[in-house]
């Protein structure tokens, strides 16, 4: 089943002799359940595609399409429930708010929207991110393997439609690094989560079902890693 769908896409910055594309007709879907690693250099175009993907950035041209519905059609109080309810993001240096606690910190995105926290999914993602006696700790009090622990946390609490990394393993030693990307194939698997992933570490991206390589703004290949 689809669940992402773009067409077309187009990014560009500046006019005239400053133009840059950053993104150049980029067109691609995603199933459901799907774990797909964008990859490509810096200055590639991969995290102004993400940051489309999940409502932070306007597209010039082009279409994404989130379970069936134009995103980009929405109005800027629809475009923030839809980043808040069907988008999860993982950003490379956590993004933790500093004066709340671990728990605080993953229900966030449940207040924020004047929802009933699940206690039981809550309980649960403690225990499979192994944060269980570390809930009432600070972000600075934590590892930074821990962070971004809390930072998969928060992402899951919605449930989101697709899950979004910038850069996970980016900001951790090779250990930690390696148990986040464990944690991200655990959620795909027992929540059936849908993760695009940006990395520009190719040997990370072959964790994925899929890998889609961009250059100067335009997808250069698409392959599939494992059925």
């Known amino acids: 089943m689809e669940i992402l769908k773009v067409e077309n896409l187009c990014k560009n910055y500046g006019k005239g002799e400053t133009l840059v594309r950053a993104l150049d007709h980029v ?8 774990f797909v690693a964008i990859v490509g250099a810096s200055g590639s175009g991969k995290s102004t595609l993400l940051h489309i993907l999940g409502g932070v950035d306007r597209p010039t041209s082009g279409k994404v ?24 993001l993982i950003y490379q240096f956590y993004n933790l708010i500093p004066v709340l606690n671990v728990e605080e910190n993953m ?17 649960e993602l403690i225990e499979t991110l192994n944060l269980k006696d570390r809930v009432n700790h600070l972000p600075n009090e934590l590892s930074g ?9 928060r992402a899951l609490m919605n449930r989101p439609t697709l899950l979004l990394a910038d850069e996970p393993t980016g900001n951790l030693d090779s250990k930690a690094g390696k148990e986040i990307i464990e944690l991200l194939k655990l959620s795909n ?8 992933m940006i990395t520009h570490d190719h ?9 889609i390589t961009i250059d100067d703004g335009k997808i250069v290949n698409d392959e599939k890693v494992r059925a």
Do not use: W
């Not at 229900?107 to 309980?123: A, E, F, G, V």
């Not at 040997?203 to 890998?211: F, G, K, P, T, V």
């Open 203 to 211: 040997n990370l991206a072959l964790h994925a079902d899929r890998i």
């Open 27 to 34: 067109s691609f879907s995603v199933n459901k359940g799907e």
């Open 107 to 123: 229900t966030l995105p449940i207040l924020l929207d004047r929802k009933k926290i699940d206690q039981t999914y809550l309980n």
């Open 65 to 88: 399409y989130v379970d069936g519905e134009d995103v980009y059609r929405l109005n800027e109080n629809a475009l923030a429930i839809f980043r808040r309810r069907q988008v999860g």
């Open 189 to 196: 698997k027992k929540y059936h989560q849908t993760i695009i």
């Open 145 to 153: 393997g821990q962070q971004q622990r809390v930072s998969i946390g």
